[in-house]
């Protein structure tokens, strides 16, 4: 009896691929898991195991990393770079965001981009 995709080995170069890939859009463990047809739960709890970290949490470090680029290398809005980089919500955006690093993604901004400019 064949396993499914989510409990394969090679499956799980598949789960970071569709991470890697949708994280800008609407994604959740429950549509990872409908995609690799396999429960959601059991999904998460092999994830976990595998990577020592949750999908949730590696969707939200994928969508910082475009948030922190997009900050220092345009003058988007912020809600436009939250919508970019996945966010619905501006609040729970800004809450990410403040929990990743310490600061408003406006303060973030003012603090590094200067600098970043100046590095080119």
Known sequence: ?????????????????????????????????????????????????????????????????????LLLTTQLSIKEIANRAGFEDLAHFRKIFFRNYAMTPKQYRSLYAAGYANSE
């Open 1 to 69: 009896m064949n396993q499914p995709i989510c409990c394969s080995r090679p499956g799980w170069y598949g789960k970071q691929r569709i991470i890697q890939l949708k994280y800008y859009t609407k994604l959740t463990t429950s549509a990872i898991a409908a995609e690799l047809y396999c429960n959601a739960d059991y999904l998460g709890r092999l994830y976990r195991t595998a990577f020592n970290t949750t999908i949730t949490d590696d969707i939200h470090a994928m969508r910082m990393r475009l948030t922190v680029k």
